[in-house]
Structure formats: structure tokens, C-alpha cells
């Protein structure tokens, strides 16, 4: 059985492959990435921290995951991370998608925060998500 985890992002991965509107923000090719490549320019995003409790019932397994989006953009301008994140939300947001594995009952942006990265001065935008699964 693949985790909650690993199958919500597979999920997210597929989708957004699927949308030519965010490839297109992030210059021509999907850039989202479990980790920050090494000397990569920005626009890109990674996964971001992740929870996931037992959301278990009397007859269903399963997890609530907080989860979130880091998008990365240049230095001095938040506003190609902010399409981009915003462009996450608008295909991620109360959507349907299959996991292996799961099933998933929601998903719910509920939060968009900016900040900028002291050490490199790039601009950073997070998407906190919250989806509920259960295992079928």
C-alpha cells in the first residue's frame, strides 16, 4: 500500500502536468520539485512540510494531511510566486483526484502566506493545504 502521503503527491503531480496555464507560468515545464534543485532560478516550487494524523473511523482507515506548496521567484518581485501559487489553488482547491491506494474525501487551500527569504533575498509564497483520505 503506497502511503497517504506519497499518493496525494503523486496526485498533485499528475494534475498539475495536466494544465497548460500553470506549465506556462513556470516557463514552459512543470517545475515542482520534492527538493530545492541545486542553483535553480526561480520560478519553481517544492513540497513543503507535511503532516499526516489518523483520521481513522469505526469501519474506514484514514489520514487528515496538512500539507504545503513553497513557490520560489525572483529576487524583488513576489508576483510571478503569487500567479503561481494562485494558479495551484485555482486547480487544487475542492478538486477531485485519484490516489493509489486512497480515496480522497477533500481538499481545501487555507492559506496563502509571502514572505522573502532573508539568506537569498528570493521571494517565497506558501500554500497550506488540508485533504482528508481514507484508504480503500
Known sequence: MTSPVLALRRAILDRAEEDAELISLMGG???????????ATPVYAVFG??????????????????LSI?????????RDALTVAERFSDILDDTSLALDGHRLINLRVTEFAS?????????????RLRAVTEVF
Do not use: I, Y
Open 29 to 39: 515545464t512543470l517545475r515542482l520539485h520534492d527538493e530545492s534543485p541545486r542553483a
Open 49 to 66: 512540510d507535511v503532516t499526516a494524523q489518523d483520521w481513522s473511523t469505526d469501519t474506514d482507515r484514514g489520514h487528515e494531511q496538512n
Open 70 to 78: 513553497v513557490v520560489w521567484g525572483e529576487k524583488g518581485s513576489v
Open 115 to 127: 514572505a522573502r527569504d532573508k539568506d537569498s533575498q528570493l521571494s517565497r509564497v506558501t500554500l
